[in-house]
């Protein structure tokens, strides 16, 4: 199956249309299916096994929940940690924003485009960004693009994306059974379609020296991609500064993440 992007129902939608409202929620669902949660946070255990993030920023974060479902997965020393929700639609509700705060996050969200917020921002050396069901949005060109940004402003990054597959696009083609409703009934297909297999996004992540980068199919319906920086890289690789350090076992123990 060729990748094919497609305008998507949902992103052309107000954020307060019943029908989206309704497609958000769907998704929620959909998430639990597809396990993304549970698959983003042993991403984050296996990559950051010697090192915490100061900050962990999500693109199209939505209303916030899926980020703060691997949150609670979190063990005691990240409960400091600082989220950035990030977001062209401002939906995150105050009891989603209690709920972090109860687990001793700070957070805060920002409505903004996506390479609006990549071109203008700071970030810091340590941060993590993260994104779910985002990058299959866009084309190769704009993904490009996107992965560059990323690429400059972080020291390491994790999407989980559909997997491009059969099986993918046969469970989309069915979630009437779930009760999902017409706008995700038309989106799910497209996203797959949309979706990547083997190691598409490997190809269009930045040759920059001084990154390890890993991507596989996850659980039933997922792909998953990370890249991370090294202290120190292969022969003729940039030096990164010590603070920048990852150990070999945070790589090697991504392989032991995800189910083939």
Do not use: Y
Request: aromatic share 10%; with cysteine; hydrophobic share 45%.
């Amino acid at each position: 199956m060729e990748r094919l992007v497609e305008p998507e129902w949902l992103d052309q939608l107000p954020a307060d249309d019943t029908g989206a409202i309704g497609s958000r929620h769907d998704l929620k669902l959909l998430n639990a299916w597809m396990g993304n949660a549970g698959i983003l946070s042993r991403a984050i255990f296996g990559m950051c096994a010697t090192w915490t993030p100061r900050r962990i920023i999500e693109l199209g974060a939505g209303d916030g929940n899926f980020l703060l479902r691997v949150a609670e997965h979190f063990p005691q020393r990240w409960k400091n940690a600082h989220a950035v929700l990030i977001d062209r639609n401002s939906i995150v509700s105050s009891r989603t924003l209690q709920r972090f705060r109860s687990m001793g996050w700070e957070v805060e969200t920002l409505r903004s485009d996506l390479f609006d917020w990549l071109e203008r921002s700071a970030t810091t050396p340590d941060d993590l960004i993260v994104a779910n069901l985002i990058l299959h949005h866009f084309d190769s060109a704009s993904l490009l693009k996107l992965l560059r940004l990323v690429a400059e402003r972080a020291r390491a990054f994790i999407a989980v994306e559909p997997r491009r597959s059969l099986w993918s696009f046969t469970f989309s083609r069915l979630l009437w059974l779930l009760g999902c409703n017409h706008i995700t009934r038309h989106d799910a297909p497209v996203s797959v379609k949309a979706g990547f297999t083997g190691r598409e996004l490997t190809r269009l992540w930045p040759t920059t020296p001084g990154w390890q980068v890993h991507e596989a199919k996850a659980g039933l319906f997922s792909h998953v991609f990370a890249a991370s920086k090294w202290a120190h890289g292969s022969p003729g690789q940039r030096r990164e500064r010590k603070h920048f350090s990852a150990s070999p076992h945070d790589f090697a123990s991504l392989f032991l993440c995800f189910p083939f």
